[in-house]
């Protein structure tokens, strides 16, 4: 297997030269492929915006929902049929804006799904607007006068909710986004990997060199086990760290507690249909 098997040719891609979308594609595909995770048996979740494109340009099972609802429907699919591997991927406008509640519902739930997320700090598909995660002071159409409101720290709400993976990666090296997927990918439970990357055409702040000088690499003595010390470097405002911040493997996962499959592992999707029994459920309901 090598990394055509998600290489879908010569296509339209319609992303701005220089986005952080294209590494973060090629980080992907270069995780999944030395995994050696066969197209087939994986789904990639989308909602909407430029970052929610990537599953249009992979070979492999898509799912494009809508603005901010990634992430209850990639629940699903994992849940319908957990022999799957599920990505959900999308902007930081759709998982951490509109999908906002969604984002905080999956990690109480801690499905064993894979969550990337791209972190340009602003609306690039609708040409601008401040999104969650856009610093103060940040210039746009819209917030002419630069935003006032304190930035979305998805790091910090996420080891506050004792999600059981939690990483942040800079898309400018693209082999290391690459390493951090893959760990995220080989974890038990929800794995959050927050991908800062520039949007080069309405993000004139946030730039590549922008991320480099306000990013670091977390020392090799750091332990991700520490919940308390993961918070503290959370919370950095100053400079981001890099590298996988926190991890509770232990918690069960969502699929894993369901009564459905107390007795039968077999997925759902695979179960022979009782038309009859369900019918009898149905009536059942309807009587007063």
Not at 223 to 239: C, L, W, Y
Not at 257 to 284: C, H, M, W
Request: overall charge positive; proline content about 6%.
């Amino acid at each position: 297997m090598d990394i055509r098997s998600y290489d879908m040719g010569d296509i339209d891609i319609a992303w701005c030269p220089g986005c952080g979308n294209f590494g973060i594609l090629k980080a992907l595909e270069g995780a999944l492929t030395e995994m050696k995770i066969e197209p087939e048996g994986l789904v990639m979740v989308s909602g909407i915006g430029q970052a929610a494109k990537i599953p249009h340009y992979m070979k492999c099972n898509t799912f494009n929902g809508l603005h901010g609802r990634a992430l209850p429907a990639a629940v699903a699919i994992k849940a319908a049929n957990p022999g799957l591997v599920v990505v959900a991927e999308s902007g930081d406008g759709d998982m951490y804006g509109e999908g906002g509640n969604h984002f905080l519902a999956t990690i109480r739930r801690n499905p064993d799904i894979t969550n990337v997320v791209h972190n340009n700090m602003v609306y690039g598909l609708t040409k601008g607007q401040a999104s969650p995660t856009s610093q103060r002071g940040f210039v746009t159409p819209v917030q002419i006068g630069g935003v006032i409101l304190e930035p979305f720290n998805p790091i910090a709400v996420a080891v506050a909710l004792d999600a059981s993976f939690v990483a942040r990666a800079f898309i400018d090296d693209v082999d290391m986004t690459k390493e951090i997927i893959k760990k995220a990918l080989s974890h038990r439970g929800y794995a959050l990997v927050d991908i800062l990357q520039p949007c080069v055409s309405f993000n004139k702040t946030n730039t590549y060199k922008w991320f480099k000088d306000h990013t670091y690499y977390l020392e090799g003595s750091y332990n991700p086990g520490d919940r308390v010390r993961a918070f503290e470097k959370a919370i950095h405002s100053t400079k981001f760290p890099l590298g996988v911040i926190y991890t509770n493997p232990k918690k069960a996962t969502f699929e894993g507690g369901l009564n459905v499959y107390a007795e039968d592992s077999t997925p759902v999707t695979r179960r022979e249909r009782n038309l009859k029994k369900l019918q009898q459920f149905i009536d059942k309901k309807r009587k007063p």
